[in-house]
Structure formats: structure tokens, C-alpha cells
């Protein structure tokens, strides 16, 4: 299977530094395959043969040995990101103009009810709900006024990690090159 591993707030303001090339090599020690990493966010694609479940326990066990604290890992299968892909508009963008996110959630929750428990205001924002993922859309002047960045502020935002729509096509087209 070839899988993405999208680690959870490292990188991010100075805090949970992880180098890439380090989080690369602690992959292949664990056995993955085909590892690479796209940008210093903790996105790392690679090929194995065991379930998300298992991985998620051995990799966030070994960032925990490795670096020294906890990371949350999300783990999802290439078909998974590639539907995921082809269900948000090609028009969503993350430019000059636009603000696309894509949270990826926890199981504990993802269910299209988490759309019940944000604040949107449908006329200056979008959001589509994919098992696993919730889609934020605006224009970027109205990105202050809108329920996405308020999400920061709740108890969700602990249970998802967030990769702009820009990252998560990039991450569909590396994992498509990846050999099976």
C-alpha cells in the first residue's frame, strides 16, 4: 500500500522541530519503504505492507523515542487522498486570492455532523464534508470573518491536522508516482 503519515503541529512556530531528512531516515527504520518527505510540515509518503492502525501506533511511538515528545500521526491510503482530491472543485485554490484548507480529522470526529458544530457563514465561505477530511474555502479578504479560523479555538482543532489544498494535491501527484 502506499500511504501518506500527516504528523500534527511540528514544525510549526519554533516548536516540535523535526528535520525532515532525520524523520525520513526514522521511517526506513521502522521498515517503510519508497519514504519520502514533502516539505517541513510532516507529510512523509512511503510504501508498507501493514495497517494504518499498527503504523500509526509504531510511528507515533518511535517520534515519541526519537525526538522526545508527542506527535499525533494520521495515516491515509493513496486511494483515499485521490478521491479525496476529486471531490474539491478544481476552483478552490490556496493563492493570492484564495484560502483552501483541508482538515483532516481523528476518528473520534469524523462524521459529517462536525459540520453542525462550526460556524459558517455560507455566504463568504464554503465547506464540503469527505469521510475523514473537512474542506474550508474563502476568499482571502474575508478569511477574519469567516468560521474556519475560528475552528482554532475549539476542541476540534485538536483532533485534525490542517495542510493546505496546494500541499494535499502535491501529496496526491508524489503518491501516484510512487512505485506499488
Not at 470526529?109 to 460556524?119: A, G, H, L, P, V
Request: aromatic share 6%; proline share 2%.
Amino acid at each position: 500500500m502506499v500511504y501518506v503519515a500527516l504528523l500534527r503541529g511540528i514544525n510549526v512556530g519554533g516548536n516540535a522541530k523535526v528535520e525532515m531528512a532525520k524523520l525520513k531516515t526514522l521511517f526506513e527504520s521502522l521498515g517503510c519503504k519508497d519514504v519520502s518527505t514533502y516539505i517541513n510540515s510532516g507529510n512523509v509518503i512511503f510504501r508498507d505492507s501493514r495497517k494504518p492502525v499498527a503504523l500509526i501506533e509504531i510511528i507515533e511511538k518511535a517520534i515519541k523515542d526519537t525526538f522526545g515528545f508527542d506527535v499525533r500521526v494520521i495515516i491515509r491510503v493513496k486511494d483515499e487522498i485521490n478521491k479525496l482530491c476529486k471531490v474539491i472543485p478544481l476552483s478552490w485554490t490556496n493563492d493570492d486570492k484564495q484560502k483552501t484548507d483541508v482538515m483532516l480529522l481523528w476518528n473520534e470526529i469524523n462524521d459529517i455532523e462536525i459540520i453542525d458544530k462550526i460556524s459558517i457563514n455560507p455566504e463568504i465561505e464554503n465547506v464540503l464534508y469527505f469521510d475523514g477530511a473537512l474542506v474550508w474555502n474563502i476568499d482571502r479578504k474575508n478569511v477574519t470573518k469567516g468560521g474556519g479560523v475560528k475552528i482554532i479555538k475549539t476542541d476540534l482543532y485538536k483532533h485534525m491536522t490542517v495542510r493546505n489544498i496546494n500541499t494535499i494535491r502535491k501529496l496526491n501527484d508524489l503518491m501516484n508516482k510512487t512505485i506499488v
